[in-house]
């Protein structure tokens, strides 16, 4: 497995692969590697890619004023012994005076689908998103890149920025993994405590309610978003949103809703804010 820390040298490690004939993949992550990480390696691979690279970089510009990015878990040899043991071909480590070097001053912005839920809660968040998600794409020229739908809108928004910028890359939202008792997977899920940890599963137990509501023929969008809202409005120390939202377009649903409806949730507990979702309609119960 090939480390890279240097742009023009992560270019073109990825210009050999495809001159090689190999079709390649890309998972860009934060670190901090769990199995919800390495289950998106499986899906590029499962998607054709024949050469997978991820990339493991805190991005400054994604986290806002007063959020965790001093304190993010930083854990890159245990990150690159996974990498390995997954197969990965090539991880980009860069730091941040190479992604974002002086005079630095363009940025990427996609617009309506980056208004409503996480872009109401984190100012900027997406710009940052955009923009390096951006960059890695242009540094590795991959066929395929894979987001996890564990942040669904962010999914969205990179699909519809490779759309809208012409960029022949084939964006794959793979399911979030969980842990046994229905909690998502997160790198943040390290900074809960036993107890808080307990009280995070009410976002799963609020997805679950509201699926077995619409299984059991609920189509009323106040009587779903009730169902989800409640244990997480009991157990949590702040709800930022419990929403329902069309799963294309994140444009609010109506009062009857359709087919398929995203339920999206965040909320703090203690010092962590966690988001989880399902699409009613369309996922497995989670
Ligand atoms: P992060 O390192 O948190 O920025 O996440 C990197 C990628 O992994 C993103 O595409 C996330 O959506 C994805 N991801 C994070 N947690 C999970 C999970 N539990 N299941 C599936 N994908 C995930």
């Known amino acids: ?11 073109d490690a990825c210009d050999r692969a495809r001159l090689s004939g190999h079709r ?10 769990h199995p919800g990480h390495l289950s998106l390696v499986e899906a590029a691979r499962a998607r054709g890619a024949t050469h997978i690279v991820v990339t493991i970089f805190v991005n400054p510009l994604q986290f806002g004023q007063g959020e965790d990015f001093d304190r ?9 012994d996974a990498c390995d043991r ?3 071909d090539a991880v980009f480590t860069p730091i941040r005076a190479a992604m974002y070097p002086d005079g630095f001053q363009t940025t990427v912005e996609v617009g309506q689908l980056t208004a ?11 710009r940052g998103v955009t923009t390096v998600v951006a960059k890695l794409f242009a540094l590795t020229g991959p066929s395929v890149a894979v987001f996890g739908r564990k942040d669904y809108q962010q999914w969205k928004v990179l699909e519809r920025m490779a759309l809208d910028l012409d960029l022949p890359i084939e964006v794959v939202g793979a399911p979030t993994v969980r842990e046994g008792d229905g909690l998502a997977l997160s790198s943040r899920n390290r900074y809960l405590s036993p ?11 609020g997805l679950r309610r509201a699926w077995d509501a619409f ?3 609920a189509r009323e969008a106040s009587v779903l978003r009730e169902a989800a809202r409640a244990p997480v409005e009991q157990e949590t120390d702040r709800v930022d949103y419990v929403a329902l939202r069309d799963p294309d377009t994140l444009a ?10 995203l339920v999206a949730a965040a909320a703090h507990v203690g010092g962590t804010r966690l988001i989880d979702n399902v699409v009613l309609g369309e996922d497995p119960r989670p």
């Open 1 to 11: 497995m090939e480390i890279l820390r240097e742009p023009a040298a992560f270019r």
């Open 24 to 33: 390649v993949g890309l998972v860009p992550t934060m670190g901090a590697l």
């Open 72 to 80: 993010y878990p930083r854990t890159v040899d245990q990150d690159l």
């Open 86 to 88: 997954a197969g990965v």
């Open 116 to 126: 409503p839920l996480e872009g109401e809660h984190r100012q900027g968040h997406f």
């Open 195 to 205: 107890g808080e940890r307990e009280r995070a599963l009410s976002l799963v137990e």
């Open 215 to 217: 299984a059991g023929g």
């Open 252 to 261: 609010v649903v109506p009062a009857h809703v359709p087919d398929r409806v």
